[in-house]
T-cell receptor, first 121, second 117 residues
Framework: GAVVSQHPSWVICKSGTSVKIECRSLDFQATTMFWYRQFPKQSLMLMATSNEGSKATYEQGVEKDKFLINHASLTLSTLTVTSAHPEDSSFYICSVAPPGGGGGLSYNEQFFGPGTRLTVL | AQKITQTQPGMFVQEKEAVTLDCTYDTSDPSYGLFWYKQPSSGEMIFLIYQGSYDQQNATEGRYSLNFQKARKSANLVISASQLGDSAMYFC??????????????FGGGTRVLVKP
């Protein structure tokens, strides 16, 4: 499968600070990337769909001013958690959708990054 | 709106035995894809198997098979000959559209599987 990297893999920050998480598609250019959040012992919840060159589409209930998404290039999307608070502590995972229907893949799976564990003190 | 339900929060299975993980879904779109992912304690999401809504046969991938019952809107995962390394969280997911990787995935609540030696 395709390789997707996330940086950092974990981060601890103080309440009130901002944290930037990077998601990189290493094997192909991606016009669409997704950001998920996963609280302990819960499922993945889609936060937003990141589209290269345009504004991200946020899911209902996700504050776009708090979770800033920038998809500045076809291989990089960033998620910035602004003014982080302890309740923002979570596992953040990005996924990448291959372009043009997935090329040789018959099912066009999304490829997930390894995740970033954020702890806000 | 699409919805995925996994009714088993957790289950034990004896090593070398088979286990079935339940998944039901709801969608009004006739074109959709169903996925199963494994998430070990490391957190990575590992793709296991895919079933398209128009696929005539149940999908199989090694020890994984998907019992697709379209009329019942169920897509149960069967893991045969369980191994200790199969202990993990398992998520069922659905995406509306076929060959539409740019469409979002909706995940079920997950089932935690613990394989006993």
């Amino acid at each position: 499968g395709a390789v997707v990297s996330q940086h950092p893999s974990w981060v601890i920050c103080k309440s009130g600070t901002s944290v930037k998480i990077e998601c990189r598609s290493l094997d192909f250019q991606a016009t669409t990337m997704f950001w998920y959040r996963q609280f302990p012992k819960q499922s993945l919840m889609l936060m937003a769909t990141s589209n290269e060159g345009s504004k991200a589409t946020y899911e209902q209930g996700v504050e776009k001013d708090k979770f800033l998404i920038n998809h500045a290039s076809l291989t990089l999307s960033t998620l910035t958690v602004t003014s982080a608070h302890p309740e923002d502590s979570s596992f953040y995972i990005c996924s990448v959708a291959p372009p043009g229907g997935g090329g040789g893949l018959s099912y066009n799976e999304q490829f997930f990054g390894p995740g970033t564990r954020l702890t806000v003190l | 709106a699409q919805k995925i339900t996994q009714t088993q929060p957790g289950m034990f299975v004896q090593e070398k035995e088979a286990v079935t993980l339940d998944c039901t879904y709801d969608t009004s779109d006739p074109s959709y894809g169903l996925f199963w992912y494994k998430q070990p304690s490391s957190g990575e999401m590992i793709f296991l198997i895919y079933q398209g809504s128009y696929d005539q046969q149940n999908a199989t991938e090694g020890r994984y098979s998907l019992n697709f019952q379209k009329a019942r809107k169920s897509a149960n995962l069967v893991i045969s000959a369980s191994q200790l390394g199969d202990s993990a969280m398992y998520f069922c997911a659905m995406r509306e559209g076929i060959k539409a990787a740019g469409n979002k995935l909706t995940f079920g609540g997950g089932t935690r599987v613990l394989v006993k030696p």
